[in-house]
């Protein structure tokens, strides 16, 4: 089975690589898929540094000496940049969404699709789990998660429906999960877990603060006139990186001058978001809710 199949492979490499011996950095190896592609453009004295929290990307690991993978997450990117001795990158890329390998390893507790234990940790050393969260968080917290990070109309109900529920029997699973809400509308269901799978696994990885603090570092790590390039997969995501790739800032507004203008680390270098054609959609289902958006540093 294959691990991961890349998302929009070639738009993303193209619009990363230019110089064949620049070091550019794959921030989210997985099955290795990008890192691969990067590799084949770059010359000899070219070099990619790639990060994965996932114990299980080791296997993937590639044989190359311009090639480095770092088991961190990759909102630790700047200090180990600075520990490989690396100052300036040329590029950076990032495919923010979960591999094929997590959704379809039942165990890792991902997809609504499989009965499993309730984890969703990208690095399994951690010890916060979706199970810790619906287990122990109190149930206001537990409607914010749902709400802010899933998006859910029904996030107060649904929140203290877990909070009945744990009262009688500890949740664990996901069918168990999955159990508490069987009264919801076929043509519904897949929708609504969907987003409150989402929602547990932002926060048990803290996904939402992990991207801003990368965000902010690409815009010290990277020369003038490299690239950031970021294929996220919800709208969260993508207007936090929409937002500033064009401004800078995660809220509020720029400060201009007399002209309107403001400075900015970044300068976006596409007027509409880049989402997959409809050969990729129907090769790789999973890559339907993706949006690539690129910016040059200034």
């Known amino acids: 089975m294959q691990y991961h199949n890349p ?25 290795g898929g990008h890192s691969r ?42 200090n180990n940049l600075r520990y490989l001795g690396v100052k300036k990158v040329s590029g950076v890329l990032a495919d923010l969404g979960v591999s094929s390998h997590q959704f379809d390893t039942p165990e890792r507790g991902f997809s609504i699709r499989l009965d499993g234990d309730l984890d969703m940790r ?28 899933g998006e859910l109309k029904s996030a107060r109900r649904m929140a203290r429906e877990i909070a009945s529920e744990r009262k009688l029997n500890p949740i664990k699973t996901i069918d168990q999960l999955k159990q508490i809400f069987n009264y919801l509308p076929k043509n519904k269901e897949n ?25 902010t570092q690409c815009g010290e790590v990277l020369e003038p006139g490299g690239k950031v390039v970021m294929i996220s997969y919800h709208s969260l995501e993508d207007r936090l990186v929409k937002r500033y790739m064009k401004t800078g800032l995660f809220e509020g507004e720029p400060e201009r001058d007399m002209f309107g203008n403001w400075d900015a680390p970044f300068k976006p270098i596409q007027s509409k978001v880049i989402v997959p054609d409809a050969d990729e959609i129907e090769r790789n289902p999973r890559a339907r809710s993706a949006k690539m958006r690129v910016a040059i540093k200034n």
């Open 37 to 78: 592609e990067i590799l084949s453009r770059l010359g000899e004295n070219g070099k990619l540094i790639s990060f994965d929290q996932d114990e299980d990307a080791k296997a993937n690991a590639l044989k190359d000496s311009r090639f480095e993978l770092v088991m961190q997450n990759f909102r630790f990117l700047k």
């Open 7 to 31: 998302v929009l492979l070639m738009e993303s490499v193209g619009a990363l690589v230019e110089d064949p011996n620049g070091i550019y950095v794959d921030c989210t190896f997985g099955g």
């Open 122 to 149: 990208m690095n399994q050393n951690q010890k916060l789990t979706a199970a810790k969260i619906l287990n122990e968080f109190e149930e206001e917290k537990l409607a914010d998660i749902f709400f802010n990070y």
């Open 191 to 215: 929708k609504i877990f969907a987003q409150l799978f989402q929602s547990l696994r932002i926060e048990v990885n803290d996904e939402m603060a992990a991207l801003r603090e990368l965000l």
